[in-house]
């Protein structure tokens, strides 16, 4: 059976099991107190060039999304987020259960307008309705798409113009800035965010998102929350040493690159062959629309996902590369197509 | 430096990293619908004589106990803990933030007993005050103690008479049921609890809680609240892997009684040298009592947590063995007093 | 100043007020335990023809719809709600604060079809979305219009389809049930609704909302939540002698049909004075589009709200008549256009 | 039957009811955006030196109560509470829904000193406990003990000491502050307090409390929460009203005096017939110790609350006064003895 259903579908890349073998009989303090995670936070400093920022790390990028938005807000502060966005229609109401409302707005490539921002705030006037107070926005989108610099620093701006904190969801961050036509590098990060996160699950770890907090006002007592929500694992460290493994010679990027370069060829592949797409490929999630008869056929020896059936008889469909993907498995499904 | 302080501060018995290591490039579903977690769930339901119940797999207690009580109690409903009990005071108001108010009482080993639950059955009369819904219990106790079966059966007994939940927190299940003296088998709980949980973290595994919903009223919509509490992990299949060598000959017991056996030996030794105990030693936590320049002298070689200060220039500290701790680590502790 | 503002904006209808002064030195119970709220509750159930239903009185419909939708649904469980819904954008997040989701779909006239419904239950497929358990409606809706009894059947089935609790928000529910053309009787609503409740506030009262549980399963402990939520006042008994006097000869409901007509008399000037409406005038709502050179010149001799702006120059206005509102009022505004 | 169970059981003060009945028919705005509630603000801040203040109109008490503590914390944040006070153990978890913990301290008479508190602040020492950040008393108590100025000056110390807010819940502050042997004032509670409020409900009116913020951190967007937990009425207009009519020729006080000075006859009278207290009487709440079997005779002609069972054949009983209380029913109640 050939995989291509997500991109969290094998362990952690060797190099980061490795690390996590030779470290394991290690005593070392619990609860992210450890010398590991330590390490770790100010290598990720250094590297996205922002000092004063605060590292956090957790198991996972629900419980991140969650933690995090519900430290920032007051109980009457919403967060805005494309109709697209993980927090918005895949986290069984995560947010709300903490208390607040998400606003989405429409969007086909799950990137937002600054323009759909200033529309929100234009009907959020009083206090008979909740205030927005965060931008929630995910880089690359769940369609696969990913933000430009200009882009970007327009956000920033419409945040700035609103009040709005500015929060990256970058479970696939390292997919984002190994993009073709990618002009972000990760040291923009922290000077457009007040807050994001370095994803590892999706990108070559067993699990751990790194949370930065970079807006000093986010940041006190932010451990507290961590231990409520339950994201603070006693063995933390085992975070600390995986990202430690994928910031060496940056090797998260190197994963991102080759998850998007398979996923490249495999769009081309399907392109030559005939076939459009729902969105336009740009990172490792591509959206291709293929005949129902085909699709029955595909899934007989291919794991993936559905997307979106039309009236026409077509369906599009979700296929995913990562970092264990082999150009002989990409090979292998464009043969049966 | 002599590692005294917990029993989560090395990675995974060499049993459980092998299995992950092994399996790390096996292509697996996510979020817990893999083979490995419905095996060790599989598994696990065949131990425990419980073959209608439901595993649920968890990174951490926190997340454990938050997910599970916050899915079981209606809003006004509320638990019963020992004051020890973790819930109570060592999770930062996690079951709080759910909603639910903890009423503690009053205990010196972390045990509760019937008629302290019929107190406060008592106490919670009409629609002004919280209605109490559950008891949790843990089992060993954050102060090492362990319920023997006719305690457990009481406090069965007790809930059935005000129709409560029992819920057991087993982070250390494994040290209770290989302590000395111990009469409970791994079968009662099923019997007993309307729900509990098989600790990994302390007992061998990276991390990794098995849940056991036994109830039938608490099955339904359950992988919902796992997903909303930021409980369900992209790869569970990490847990159901660990978990299923834990369960291999008993992996897991066998490390619970070895924790338990240096605990034993360090508490001989100490007493031996003329100390005495803040709380009987019973399991791996125990609780010397020393001359405070003692354990001045103590902590430049030795990790561990203090307990309680005395007026009288002596006090209690926190000695912690884990399935790592070896004969070596006791006698070097032993020959500092 | 001419007031049109909202139906809020007196005291009581002065049959109420007088049945207020004739109680107050009579010593009652507390927090809804007295003669009066027993004597409401029993006439309730008795005029809506439903013996096995549960009354309870709440001072204000925010109040109302947060504490029965909080107590109705687990903590993944969602509301589905027409965007234009008061639990949607008019109670700062009320429903979300206590952990719930509010699932929105469009609406021109505050009123959702059953095809919608069956829309959003195609999308919530599966745990990593809220489940969607409720659905909630306005009638009269906050654009004014009125549901039909096909309609409301119509959602019945809809909601029975999708195991959907309906729960009608009858903050105007008098004026609903004297629009002209209406065909559904207040016996309906137990029939149709599992909970819904009939608006004193807005129809004659000082304030308070009698909110009826038909469906059994929404009824144990209901008071717990009632209290926990804030809505239990001490003197419950003020709402119990309210609605003695609204319920006498149906007072409530030729409150609302006077509403009713004053903005029927209202809307019927309007159109012959050559404008137009956004929303087709039903019940005691009116939202006439005039010039905004007018509008300006109304807004300094009546109270009103804006609506909605055009970019050619008109915006719709909304124009609210309630138990209070006189002709000569009628007369005074339309002179003025 | 003779009616000493609470003083919440009689409508409003004739004056209080009159102002009522006198402005019915007055057009105002809503949502406390009117002038009957900003003229009662205005008084209010006058009154006790306060020109910087916010005052807000709430309908009960344990909705002020939620709605000020759940809008001051940040959700790791808990109260301190005296284990008797009214959001410890009479609001069914009221605050625990807003998702923070109360912790509560032993006390006899319902205060709480300023040791018990650096005792708890000693055992909340990290991120994971919660963090106590806001003192609960409530004066009077409800045990009907009052603060003197040393007392409550002792507690601003201590909050401040520990960075806590100081909140007072003063349901019955009218009988505090008449109470024989205070040395406290009105105006001496913006100094102390960084919010609290004047209970109307018990003090003469139908309803409503006003809440008045002190410290400036705790003001911005207020009505934000005001609106979300439910507690923004419609009718606003009702309790600036009443409270006008009590704030005139301080009838407040003088009604909390009337109730002080009937309880102290009642007092009076019951130890001259030769009978002990369970609290020593101050205010209006008494807790007389009776045979049971005298208790038994007097259920039958009096409404009272019981509170507390000894093993000797003697209960204490909760007597309550209100404004309405009259001389004759104290020697009615005094003959019965």
Chains 1, 2, 3, 4 share one sequence.
């Not at 451990?223 to 994928?246: C, D, E, H, I, P």
Request: aromatic residues 8%; charged residues 20%; contains cysteine.
């Amino acid at each position: 059976m050939l995989f291509l259903k997500n991109d969290y579908s094998l362990g952690a890349h060797p190099a980061v099991l490795d690390a996590l073998v030779k470290t394991n009989m290690v005593y070392a303090d619990g609860y992210g107190m450890d010398e590991f995670c330590q390490a770790a936070s100010a290598q990720i400093l250094q590297r996205i060039g922002c000092p004063g920022g605060e590292v956090h790390f957790l198991p996972g990028g629900t419980q991140t999304n969650m933690t995090a938005i519900a430290a920032f807000l007051r109980p009457h502060e919403a967060a805005i987020s494309p109709e697209t966005g993980h927090i918005c229609c895949h986290e069984t109401g995560a947010i709300e259960a903490t208390g607040h409302k998400v606003i989405h707005v429409p969007s086909e490539d799950g990137k937002i307008r600054p323009e759909q921002i200033d529309e929100v705030m234009r009907f959020h006037e009083d206090e008979h309705y909740v205030k927005p107070r965060l931008l929630y926005i995910s880089d690359s989108t769940e369609t696969g798409a990913y933000y430009l610099k200009n882009e970007l620093l327009a956000l920033r701006e419409a945040c700035d113009r609103h009040h709005l904190l500015l929060y990256i969801d970058g479970a696939r961050l390292a997919m984002a800035l190994t993009a073709p036509g990618n002009d972000v590098v990760l040291e923009d990060f922290p000077k457009i965010a007040d807050a994001f996160y370095i994803g590892g699950t999706k990108c070559g770890a067993l699990f751990g998102e790194a949370l930065i907090l970079v807006n000093d006002s986010l940041k006190p007592d932010f451990r507290f929350l961590l231990k409520q929500r339950g994201g603070l694992m006693a063995k933390s460290r085992l975070m600390g040493v995986q990202f430690l493994a994928l910031l060496k010679d940056d090797l998260i990027f190197s994963l991102g690159a080759h998850s998007n370069r398979l996923a490249a060829q495999l769009a081309e592949g399907i392109k030559k062959a005939g076939y459009h797409f729902a969105v336009e490929p740009a990172t490792n999630l591509i959206f291709p629309i293929f005949p129902d008869a085909l699709i029955e056929e595909l899934q007989k020896k291919v794991m993936f996902e559905g997307w979106r059936p039309y009236p026409d008889g077509n369906s599009a469909i979700r296929l995913v590369t990562s970092w264990g993907s082999t150009e002989e498995e990409i090979s292998e499904f464009l043969q049966m197509i």
